[in-house]
Antibody, heavy 118, light 107 residues
């Protein structure tokens, strides 16, 4: 079965960077893109970007351009999301997900809480 | 940049009632790229509808989606207790975006 297992919670100071990992299993890692979505406490969903492991193609939300980098390690079936210059409004649960809107399925990681606090 | 607006922000209904949720896009969107999600507290979202009107396998048929162009609708025919949650629309594919969500709460 498809599983996405994310790294553990992080506490970071303002201005720091964070890297969240998402280890995939149960499917061919290079066949599907991985979306990153975050959710601030009590707020809605925010799409952050997407990466395609097969060729490294990426798309980022305009709001995060220049501050976010999404990469994959195909040998480890793992995707990474790095966010730099953290501010308090980056405090959120970060999810990785496979969303196939053509066939109609989605799989989500368990979420990683990133807290930015001085 | 595409903006999705959802209304109402909160819908207060009783079990057995019909829920109609709206998602309006700031520009025309292909129906192929509209999805609806359900999210319950402490859980990841779950895709219910894709391609604006196709139900994901295993989703009860009381959930239905419709719409085209800039206006899309999620209808829950008869609310069950487990349907009270927050619902989001999404334009996926390329640069994706979510709407702000509609909370369906028990009246």
């Amino acid at each position: 079965q498809v599983q996405l297992v994310q790294s553990g919670a992080e506490v970071k100071k303002p201005g720091a960077s964070v890297r969240v990992s998402c280890k995939a299993s149960g499917y061919s890692f290079t066949n599907y893109g991985i979306d990153w979505v975050r959710q601030a406490p009590g707020q809605g969903l925010e799409w952050m970007g997407w990466t395609f492991p097969q060729n490294g193609d990426t798309k980022y939300a305009q709001k995060l351009q220049g501050r976010v980098t999404m990469t994959t390690d195909t040998s480890a079936s793992t995707a990474y999301m790095e966010l730099r210059s953290l501010g308090s409004d980056d405090t959120a649960v970060y999810y990785c997900a496979i969303i196939d809107g053509t066939v109609g399925f989605d799989y989500w990681g368990q979420g990683t809480l990133v807290t930015v606090s001085s | 940049e595409l903006v999705l607006t959802q209304s109402p922000g909160t819908l207060s209904l009783s079990p057995g009632e019909r829920a109609t949720l709206s998602c309006r896009a700031s520009q025309s969107v292909s129906s192929s790229y509209i999805g609806w999600y359900q999210q319950k507290p402490g859980q990841a979202p779950r895709l219910l509808i894709y391609g604006a009107s196709s139900r994901v396998t295993g989703i009860p048929d009381r959930f239905s989606g419709s719409g085209a162009g800039t206006d899309f609708t999620l209808t829950i025919r008869r609310l069950e207790p487990e349907d009270f949650a927050v619902y989001y629309c999404q334009r996926y594919g390329g640069l994706s975006t979510f709407g702000p969500g509609t909370k369906v709460e028990i009246k």
